[in-house]
Nanobody
């Protein structure tokens, strides 16, 4: 079973930046697509960004041009660089690992999630 540990969240003013990290274990990291998700209070969890084992990326329209996903296979770590943050980016951020189609379209199939890292953007 995959274990996921997210970190790097915090409180930041609008326009600021944060870099999130997620360390994954219990899986062959380099073979998996990695995804970052977020869930705001009262809203469903949504995909923020994904990166395939080959480096192909996908972003939610709301974060394109502001967020960048990257991975370091040697460290079993995926990153989310978040720039020009907005109050609407406030949420609990999670990562997960799996096949591309599951990460993009079917995250409800994941049996386990990490505790997430809270991002709060003040106006």
């Amino acid at each position: 079973q995959v274990q996921l540990v997210e970190s790097g969240g915090g409180l930041v003013q609008a326009g600021g930046s944060l870099r999130l990290s997620c360390v994954a274990s219990g899986t062959i990291f380099s073979r998996n697509t990695m995804g970052w998700y977020r869930q705001a209070p009262g809203k469903q969890r949504e995909l923020v960004a994904a990166i395939s084992s080959g480096g192909t990326t996908k972003y939610a329209d709301s974060v394109k041009g502001r967020f960048t996903i990257s991975r370091d296979n040697a460290k079993n770590t995926v990153y989310l660089q978040m720039n020009r943050l907005k109050p609407e980016d406030t949420a609990l951020y999670y990562c997960n690992a799996g096949p591309w189609v599951v990460v993009i379209t079917s995250p409800f199939r994941f049996s386990s999630w990490g505790q997430g890292t809270q991002v709060t953007v003040s106006s």
